[in-house]
């Protein structure tokens, strides 16, 4: 059984307060339309449907999983984050790994991966399968992020000392810019579409909580002051701590 990175493993696997926390920091995003609204207007309306490594289920509380003719299955690695899938109304709920699908080939009419991909050691065998069980002209959605996306909120996690900074495009190994290449080795018609945004967030607090919920060495209570004063200090001086966002919705044909 493949597992997922060492990295997910130790945010993800037995809590969900780090993913909740690195939600939250989205709420402050510029786009009127948030992230989750923009995703679901280019997700089918019905047909047997597929999230893998679905998390919160976050997106479902955003979208009516209940919507004519769709029949939803959610996947996680992570026993904690099964637990709050099946909060979702009328969803199946699996708890498996993403290079393991316990399902026949085309059972599916379209896959999702919100933001997962980058968490996976082989994304490429991730995509294999993913191919497997979608039908012949079924569609795939992907979300990934790409170099420069929230660079502001890392340069405080290192400037305070965090030199383990994990989470950050420059240690991921599934980036926007070569995504699409990886997608084309399994699917047609790959198709990469830019969602316009950044933060503009008015308190100190939402950065620092985000900060803490990185992965590796925890910051000290120092590290943690530091950051809240450097955020702070910009916010005085614009009126919010400004973060630029590269995400990128992929899409493809089985």
Not at 120 to 145: I, K, M, S, W
Not at 150 to 171: H, I
Request: negative net charge.
């Amino acid at each position: 059984m493949r597992m997922p990175s060492a990295d997910a493993e130790q945010q993800y696997a037995r809590t969900t307060d780090n993913l909740s926390a690195r939600i939250a920091i989205h709420a402050y995003g510029t786009n009127p339309q948030g992230w989750f609204s923009w995703l679901g207007e280019r997700l089918p309306d019905g047909g047997d449907v597929l999230e893998v490594g679905a998390g919160t289920g976050e997106l479902w509380r955003h979208l009516d999983p209940r919507r004519a003719g769709l029949r939803l299955t959610l996947v996680d690695f992570s026993a904690a984050m099964c637990e709050r899938l099946r909060e979702v109304p009328g969803a199946d709920v699996r708890q498996c790994d993403a290079a393991e699908l316990p399902f026949a080939e085309g059972r599916f009419d379209a896959v999702i991966a919100n933001h997962m991909l980058y968490h996976v050691d082989d994304p490429d065998a991730v995509l294999r399968e993913f191919a497997r069980v979608l039908r012949p002209g079924g569609r795939l959605f992907v979300a990934t992020n790409g170099r420069g996306h929230m660079e502001e909120l890392f340069a405080v996690a290192t400037a305070v000392g965090k030199a383990d900074v994990g989470g950050t495009p420059a240690r991921s190994n599934f980036l926007a810019e070569e995504a699409p290449e990886y997608i084309g080795r399994h699917f047609r018609d790959v198709v990469s579409e830019a969602y316009p945004s950044s933060l503009e967030i008015p308190a100190a607090e939402p950065v620092v909580a985000y900060l803490a919920s990185l992965s590796g060495e925890p910051l000290a209570p120092e590290q943690l002051a530091a950051a809240r004063d450097l955020v702070q200090a910009r916010i005085d001086a614009d009126g919010h701590f400004r973060v630029h966002k590269h995400t990128e919705l992929i899409t493809a044909t089985r």
